[in-house]
T-cell receptor
């Protein structure tokens, strides 16, 4: 069943192409950022994180870029696969606080 | 390694009924959280705990209570359910306040 918003922005990409998902964060004091993937009917799954002392971090097929000047975060997925279809959202957190602030998400659709 | 386990997965309540959602984690995490997820909105923090025997309010605590009697368990209670509490509830845990949160699979609650 559907567990996330029905009117999320949607990014459609061809299988094999690269995907870029963007996120604008709100708190200039945030110093820890996470990207999550959420498949329909499931809980959010950790993909990659980055701290504010970095501007780029790479994982397996994924790269996160952080631009603190404009408070922007992006997730790049290389060679997008059908299994990447999901809702992706970013989370931010400021040190000394216990609260993660979550974005509303972007739906990624991978076209065969 | 089960990670974060939520029970039940689905529940339908009548207005005014009470229930308790159980969250269990086997990662020895200090921090535990309860979120709700509604269409078009990001995850919103209901309550959280920074250790056994401690709880604190998040951004939408009204109508909910929590308890953390054991480190591995975090219970969310609804004393008198209202239709506005129809949502998908997620429990999460983290090792510290500077590491990623791991989520359960969610509980879909409908209040009629």
């Amino acid at each position: 069943g559907e567990s996330v918003g029905l009117h999320l922005p949607t990014l459609s990409v061809q299988e094999g192409d690269n995907s870029i998902i963007n996120c604008a964060y709100s708190n200039s004091a945030s110093d820890y950022f996470i990207w999550y993937k959420q498949e329909s009917g499931k809980g959010p799954q950790f993909i990659i994180d980055i701290r504010s002392n970095m501007d780029k971090r790479q994982g397996q097929r994924v790269t996160v870029l952080l631009n603190k000047t404009v408070k922007h975060l992006s997730l790049q997925i290389a060679a997008t696969q059908p299994g990447d279809s999901a809702v992706y959202f970013c989370a931010e957190k400021a040190s000394g606080t216990y609260k993660y602030i979550f974005g509303t998400g972007t739906r990624l659709k991978v076209l065969a | 390694n089960a990670g974060v386990t939520q029970t039940p997965k689905f529940r339908v309540l009548k207005t005014g009924q009470s229930m308790t959602l159980l969250c269990a984690q086997d990662m020895n995490h200090e921090y535990m959280y309860w979120y709700r997820q509604d269409p078009g909105m990001g995850l919103r923090l209901i309550h959280y705990s920074v250790g056994e025997g401690t709880t604190a309010k998040g951004e939408v605590p009204d109508g909910y209570n929590v308890s953390r009697l054991k480190k591995q368990n975090f219970l969310l209670g609804l004393e008198s359910a209202a239709p506005s509490q129809t949502s998908v509830y997620f429990c999460a845990s983290s090792y510290s306040d500077t590491t990623e949160a791991f989520f359960g699979q969610g509980t879909r609650l409908t209040v009629v």
